[in-house]
């Protein structure tokens, strides 16, 4: 069995910075690529930002990048997205996503695992 959990989100004025952590409950959790996408209101769902296995490569989004930054800590089973000067145009539901091999940090779109995801809403 392969379990996402999200936690972290809420609401922030702009301008704020937040944490989102995944944990993975999973046996060999340094085999998975690891992503995190968000899904506005209304809106089909974006990629954020993809971590490799080791935590050795990271890839984000043009929105993101110089914002928001990706990591994790095989030892915890968790994923972490440390998001800076949060904007109102951030508002989403966010999903941790995961697959198997490093062939999903170049197809993260493909990630076969997803959590339920958490909410994070960034007021004017």
């Known amino acids: 069995q392969v379990q996402l959990v999200e936690s972290g989100g809420g609401l922030v004025q702009a301008g704020a910075s937040l944490a989102l952590s995944c944990a993975a409950s999973?046996?060999?959790?340094?085999?998975?690529?690891m992503g995190w996408f968000r899904q506005a209101p209304g809106k089909e769902r974006d990629f954020v930002a993809v971590?490799?296995?080791?935590?050795?490569?990271?890839y984000y989004a043009d929105s993101v990048k110089g914002r928001f930054t990706i990591s994790r800590d095989n030892a915890k089973n968790t994923m972490y997205l440390q998001m800076n000067s949060l904007k109102p145009e951030d508002t989403a539901v966010y999903y941790c996503?995961?697959?198997?091999?490093?062939?999903?940090?170049?197809?993260?779109?493909?990630?076969?695992?997803w959590g339920e995801g958490t909410l994070v809403t960034v007021s004017l």
């Open positions: 996503a995961a697959g198997i091999g490093d062939d999903y940090y170049s197809h993260p779109m493909a990630m076969p695992y």
């Open positions: 971590v490799s296995s080791s935590g050795g490569r990271t």
């Open positions: 999973v046996r060999t959790f340094s085999s998975y690529a």
